[in-house]
């Protein structure tokens, strides 16, 4: 079992930047892929980014591509996304995934263990 713990949402302006971290307990986050994923208060949950344990393959969403970057730390069982260039459109709860999985999967259904979340709100 799995447990992560998702910090440093928050208030920005458009053009600000913010580092979401996703601390992990229970067992080490090697060997799991790991994910980010959003939602807005009317939208359904969307893939944001992914990391494979190794770092070899990384995926994002064309949304955020330039502006994300998904990194991980395993040795402090920690994964962050750096979000640079803000916009209002990124305004939503974000969520840290992770699961038994060989590729960067964009798929909600293809993770095992969610965060409860953390809100970013961007004004413009």
């Known amino acids: 079992q799995v447990q992560l713990v998702e910090s440093g949402g928050g208030l920005a302006q458009a053009g600000d930047s913010l580092r979401l971290s996703c601390a992990a307990s229970?067992?080490?986050?090697?060997?799991?892929?790991m994910g980010w994923f959003r939602q807005g208060p009317v939208e359904e949950r969307e893939f944001v980014a992914a990391v494979t344990w190794s770092g070899s393959e990384i995926q994002y969403a064309d949304s955020v591509k330039g502006r994300f970057t998904i990194s991980r730390d395993n040795g402090k069982n920690l994964a962050y996304l750096q979000m640079n260039d803000l916009k209002p459109e990124d305004t939503a709860a974000y969520y840290c995934?992770?699961?038994?999985?060989?590729?960067?999967?964009?798929?909600?259904?293809?993770?095992?263990?969610w965060g409860q979340g953390t809100q970013v709100t961007v004004s413009s």
């Open positions: 229970g067992r080490a986050l090697s060997r799991l892929t």
């Open positions: 995934a992770a699961g038994q999985l060989q590729l960067a999967n964009r798929r909600r259904s293809a993770y095992d263990y």
